[in-house]
């Protein structure tokens, strides 16, 4: 339905919730939230209404394509949501709902999803549905081909999530679960399931412990020096020019020289992982000349919208890392996303604030900076222990 324009100009939607908007921050953005008409009061003779904030922000004059778009995806989601509640508030009311086909094999829903996935973490997304096919022959043999969406209880869940973290270090369990969690969302949404069986199922990740390996400044030196037959130079600079801005791979892989402002030697760009359902997914980086001279310019047949580092998959570049790392005779399991880490590390270490070390990662609280505090004190106590012991 199209934005809605008449005595409620916040009124962007109708229906039962109405979807509205009101504005924050001295009228430059617009908070999104739901109004549910819940009766009416003969006593006061008012109607009685109940409210639900959405958490979503749109810009109040968006000023290019861009911004047009982040507004455009802000809003559909917030439609999205809007309906479904207004089924889930039938069925509490009313008893009624949108009448789906529950017997269809849920192994099979999973692979369209898949199929039908444009976003980038589908890697993730394809991980989680082939850890549940091994969970279910484990443990539900009988179910490994055909299962029904209802037959998916919270205590399965609650098992899978043991599971999981069986199979899985650090975060990679919690990541696969909230994966997973995304399908069973669609499901529902697509009403082949009845209720949220992952409803209050955890993995359990001590989400301030830093628990890859990171490159100090000696061996990121010792990294760049190091060359050998048959690099691939794409390869190389994209991960260097991560260690020292702290891009994640999505978003170098999508980097473009327009994303550059050469004059002012400023990086800006959007984050993929908060495109859409953040007003704060834009960062912007100051770059040195050593970072200028590794993007260079647009080549002969080139515009400002072509790639600058042109990247084959995440996987083969994981690869070229790994095999580079061993070259240089550093002996730490070093992934891609390290160079994240890194460059929070060892830009904490040098001195740098910890809310410019935010900034730079795109973060908008501290919350998942104090992780790397906690390692720079590792790395302290590390130091002091490697003395020549005292006895006095």
Same mark, same amino acid.
């Given at each position: 339905?199209?934005?809605?324009?008449?005595?409620?100009?916040?009124?962007?939607?109708?229906?039962?919730?109405?979807?509205?908007?009101?504005?924050?921050?001295?009228?430059?953005?617009?908070?999104?939230?739901?109004?549910?008409?819940?009766?009416? %009061?003969?006593?006061?003779?008012?109607?009685?209404?109940? @409210?639900?904030?959405?958490?979503?922000?749109?810009?109040?004059?968006?000023?290019?394509?861009?911004?047009?778009?982040?507004?455009?995806?802000? &809003?559909?989601?917030?439609?999205?949501?809007?309906?479904?509640?207004?089924?889930?508030?039938?069925?509490?009311?009313?008893?009624?709902?949108?009448? =789906?086909?529950?017997?269809?094999?849920?192994?099979?829903?999973?692979?369209?999803?898949?199929?039908?996935?444009?976003?980038?973490?589908?890697?993730?997304?394809?991980?989680?549905?082939?850890?549940?096919?091994?969970?279910?022959?484990?443990?539900?043999?009988? $179910?490994?081909?055909?299962?029904?969406?209802?037959?998916?209880?919270?205590? $399965?869940?609650? =098992?899978?999530?043991?599971?999981?973290?069986?199979?899985?270090?650090?975060?990679?369990?919690?990541?696969? &679960?909230?994966?997973? @969690?995304?399908?069973?969302?669609?499901?529902?949404?697509?009403?082949?399931?009845?209720?949220?069986?992952?409803?209050?199922?955890?993995?359990?990740?001590?989400?301030?412990?830093?628990?890859?390996?990171?490159?100090?400044?000696?061996?990121?030196?010792?990294?760049? %020096?190091?060359?050998?037959?048959?690099?691939?130079?794409?390869?190389?600079?994209?991960?260097?020019?991560?260690?020292?801005?702290?891009?994640?791979?999505?978003?170098?892989?999508?980097?473009?020289?327009?994303?550059?402002?050469?004059?002012?030697?400023?990086?800006?760009?959007?984050?993929?992982?908060?495109?859409?359902?953040?007003?704060?997914?834009?960062?912007?980086?100051? &770059? %040195?000349?050593?970072?200028?001279?590794?993007?260079?310019?647009?080549?002969?047949?080139?515009?400002?919208?072509?790639?600058?580092?042109?990247?084959?998959?995440?996987?083969?570049?994981?690869?070229?890392?790994?095999?580079?790392?061993?070259?240089?005779?550093?002996?730490?399991?070093?992934?891609?996303?390290?160079?994240?880490?890194?460059?929070?590390?060892?830009?904490?270490?040098?001195?740098?604030?910890?809310?410019?070390?935010?900034?730079?990662?795109?973060?908008?609280?501290? =919350?998942?900076?104090?992780?790397?505090?906690?390692?720079?004190?590792?790395?302290?106590?590390?130091?002091?222990?490697?003395?020549?012991? &005292?006895?006095?």
């Amino acid at each position: 339905m199209a934005e809605t324009r008449g005595k409620n100009k916040n009124l962007i939607e109708a229906g039962n919730p109405r979807l509205l908007k009101k504005p924050v921050k001295n009228g430059t953005e617009y908070s999104l939230y739901l109004e549910y008409q819940m009766g009416y %009061n003969h006593d006061t003779g008012t109607s009685v209404r109940k @409210k639900e904030s959405l958490s979503l922000y749109i810009m109040a004059s968006p000023r290019n394509t861009v911004q047009r778009q982040q507004v455009k995806e802000t &809003l559909e989601l917030a439609k999205k949501i809007r309906f479904e509640r207004e089924q889930q508030f039938l069925e509490n009311r009313e008893g009624y709902r949108l009448k =789906k086909d529950k017997g269809v094999n849920f192994h099979d829903f999973c692979q369209t999803y898949a199929d039908e996935y444009t976003k980038k973490d589908i890697r993730m997304i394809t991980i989680a549905i082939s850890r549940f096919k091994d969970f279910l022959a484990k443990y539900h043999p009988l $179910m490994k081909d055909y299962i029904k969406p209802d037959a998916i209880t919270h205590e $399965m869940m609650v =098992k899978f999530a043991e599971y999981l973290q069986t199979r899985s270090v650090g975060e990679g369990a919690k990541s696969i &679960l909230q994966r997973f @969690k995304k399908i069973v969302r669609a499901a529902i949404d697509q009403g082949i399931m009845a209720k949220d069986p992952c409803k209050g199922v955890v993995c359990v990740v001590d989400d301030q412990a830093l628990k890859k390996d990171v490159l100090s400044q000696e061996e990121i030196v010792k990294l760049i %020096n190091t060359h050998y037959q048959f690099e691939k130079e794409n390869v190389r600079n994209a991960f260097i020019f991560c260690l020292y801005t702290g891009m994640r791979f999505c978003d170098v892989k999508d980097l473009r020289y327009s994303n550059i402002d050469y004059a002012n030697k400023l990086l800006r760009f959007e984050q993929d992982k908060t495109k859409g359902h953040s007003v704060r997914s834009w960062v912007t980086i100051p &770059l %040195n000349d050593g970072l200028i001279r590794l993007i260079g310019r647009p080549g002969e047949g080139e515009t400002k919208e072509s790639l600058i580092f042109n990247l084959p998959s995440y996987e083969s570049c994981c690869k070229s890392v790994k095999r580079w790392v061993k070259r240089a005779g550093i002996d730490k399991h070093i992934s891609w996303h390290c160079a994240r880490h890194s460059c929070a590390v060892n830009l904490l270490n040098n001195g740098s604030n910890i809310k410019t070390v935010a900034s730079i990662l795109g973060h908008s609280g501290l =919350k998942h900076i104090e992780k790397y505090t906690r390692a720079i004190d590792k790395l302290k106590q590390d130091a002091i222990n490697s003395l020549p012991e &005292l006895n006095i």
